[in-house]
């Protein structure tokens, strides 16, 4: 997954990176193919180089050690509204096959769970160049429709950001404990690579609608030795990989 995440950054870009999992796949794409991305953080830090050791939360002093700039809250997220941002790191409770985030509340057997909200992913959601969600895979993730729209995907198909008054962005892929799933011109998600180990199957089974399989469905590239390098040498104790 980190190593998926990481290859969704291009060199020079702007992303948002967030914490766990996509704060190492900024550490790998630094040090393999995009060594002149800049990494925002949502208290503030923006940084051209990754934080000197690993950190826990997005103010721990090492993130601000050495960081770009050091601004406000308002600082980073107006980067978004002037359209600067390219790529956005989320996570959510539930993501549904037109790419809609759930992290407000879900309903289980034993009622109604609240959940932190938003943050800042649906100021993310709604106006960077594009976003990826990462996200355990099963049913219960994955429902058809999410049980509340925390942060917007497609809405409900194509068309329905430019309709709602979205100036751009929208989901680029969600990627699981499984597979990667993209979306296509008509705003749903289509299977397009199964991690190694995985059948198409349990992927399909696991997924709260029919999820379609794209005509050259492929396994997804295992990482390579200088991803593994640079996860194992940044999260040497396994802290948020394995």
Request: with cysteine; aromatic share 6%; proline share 6%.
């Given at each position: ?118 943050g800042g992913a649906c100021d993310i959601a709604s106006l960077a160049q594009r976003f990826v969600v990462l996200l355990e ?71 709260g609608w029919k999820l379609r399989v794209a005509d050259k469905l492929v396994q997804t590239p295992e990482p390579s030795a200088d991803e593994l ?14």
């Open positions: 997954m980190v190593a998926c995440a990481a290859r969704e950054i291009r060199d020079g870009e702007v992303v948002f990176v967030g914490m766990r999992l996509p704060l190492i796949a900024f550490v790998v794409a630094k040090r393999t193919h995009a060594p002149n991305a800049i990494g925002l953080f949502e208290n503030g830090v923006i940084r051209s180089t990754p934080a000197p050791e690993l950190i826990y939360t997005m103010a721990d002093p090492p993130n601000i050690l050495g960081a770009t700039q050091c601004l406000d809250m308002l600082g980073v997220m107006s980067l978004l509204q002037s359209g600067r941002v390219h790529l956005g790191f989320l996570g959510a409770a539930e993501v549904d096959r037109f790419g809609n985030l759930n992290s407000t509340e879900v309903r289980g057997p034993k009622g109604l769970t609240r959940l932190p909200g938003s895979h099963s049913k219960q993730r994955l429902p058809e429709r999410v049980s509340y729209v925390t942060s917007p995907g497609n809405g409900d198909g194509s068309g329905w950001r430019q309709r709602v008054g979205l100036p751009r962005g929208g989901p680029a892929a969600a990627i699981t404990t499984k597979a990667v799933l993209r979306f296509g011109k008509d705003g749903e998600a289509y299977l397009s690579s199964v991690h190694l180990g995985i059948e198409v199957d349990d992927v399909l089974s696991n997924t390098r640079a996860i194992r040498e940044y999260d040497k104790e396994g802290f948020w990989t394995t």
